[in-house]
């Protein structure tokens, strides 16, 4: 059964900082995603990862996939307040399903 | 263009009571699929619709869960008789083909008192 671990879980950063999220998941994959939903709205697809060794970056966002180690980071530089959210990283099951196979979320919260 | 939507956006039920969730999804999107966050948990994989017809429903957690896609276009999940543990939030998300990235709804939260 493919399991995606996320941590930390809760994440209280300054603005400015840098941090990195961490996306571990135990079976091979064809794809891996991150969305971020701000409180109340919906899911909001941020990257989506095919193949090892790609790296994605939108904004202070930058996102990496290791298959090898099946592990995907999501880097966080310069935090500001607007990326304060929770982050899903998601993992399609093998196969060719396209169902993604969530993590519990990290909640992220930028202060000044 | 109109993003995913769901009905209602809050519900609270005693036990035993029924709800029904409703999901329209994008114009034009044959797949549907429905997933619910039980809090601080994972979002799990409930069911795939193709158009009307259930494609995947595997995730589906017992049979006081029945979804309906008649038409192929709007999804209704009706939960009866609700409990205590169905409580959570629930999404429904569609995509033109199976490929693609799903566009999320923002989710009905379902409270079982």
């Known amino acids: 059964e493919l399991k995606v671990e996320q941590n930390p879980l809760f994440l209280s950063m300054q603005e400015g900082k840098n941090y990195t999220i961490y996306c571990n998941y135990s079976?091979?994959?064809?794809?891996l995603y991150w969305y971020r939903q701000d409180p109340g709205k919906s899911l909001e697809s941020l990257f989506v990862?095919?193949?090892?060794?790609a790296v994605k970056q939108e904004g202070r966002l930058m996102a990496s996939l290791d298959t090898k180690a099946r592990l995907s980071t999501l880097h966080i530089t310069a935090a500001v307040h607007d990326l304060s959210a929770t982050y899903f990283c998601?993992?399609?099951?093998?196969?060719?399903?396209?169902?993604?196979?969530f993590g519990r979320g990290t909640s992220l919260i930028v202060h000044p | 263009e109109a993003g995913v939507t769901q009905f209602p956006s809050h519900s609270v039920i005693e036990k035993g009571q029924t709800v029904t969730l409703r999901c329209d999804p994008i114009s034009g999107h044959d797949n549907l699929y429905w997933y619910r966050r039980v809090m601080g948990k994972e979002i799990k994989f409930l069911l795939h619709f193709v158009k009307e017809s259930k494609q995947d429903e595997s995730g589906m957690p017992n049979n006081r869960f029945l979804a309906e896609r008649t038409g192929g276009t709007y999804s209704t999940l009706k939960v009866q008789p609700a409990e205590l543990e169905d409580s959570g939030v629930y999404f429904c998300a569609s995509s033109q083909v199976i490929q693609e990235t799903q566009y999320f709804g923002p989710g009905t939260r379902l409270l079982v008192l």
């Open positions: 990862l095919l193949s090892n060794g």
């Open positions: 079976t091979t994959s064809d794809r």
């Open positions: 998601a993992v399609d099951r093998s196969g060719g399903s396209y169902i993604p196979t």
